[in-house]
């Protein structure tokens, strides 16, 4: 299940701007959501990689 979570996390933060891309018209505002979705993907991982320790020091 972990797996999946970091699957997840890297698609939001590499893929997702890159298909937003061609939407967004201004260059302010592809810069914004390149910068919430690389938030957003490394937030999932990091949270998904703690789960994981955290688990195994139970």
Same mark, same amino acid.
């Given at each position: 299940? @972990?797996?999946?979570?970091? =699957?997840?996390? +890297?698609?939001?933060?590499?893929?997702?701007? /890159?298909?937003?891309?061609?939407?967004?018209?201004?260059? @302010?505002?592809?810069?914004? =959501?390149?910068? +919430?979705?690389?938030?957003?993907?490394?937030? /999932?991982?990091?949270?998904?990689?703690?789960?994981?320790?955290?688990?195994?020091?139970?």
């Amino acid at each position: 299940m @972990s797996i999946i979570t970091i =699957i997840i996390g +890297l698609v939001v933060w590499l893929v997702v701007p /890159i298909l937003t891309n061609d939407m967004v018209k201004k260059k @302010s505002y592809k810069k914004a =959501i390149a910068m +919430l979705c690389r938030i957003i993907g490394i937030a /999932i991982i990091v949270v998904c990689i703690l789960n994981y320790l955290t688990s195994l020091f139970q």
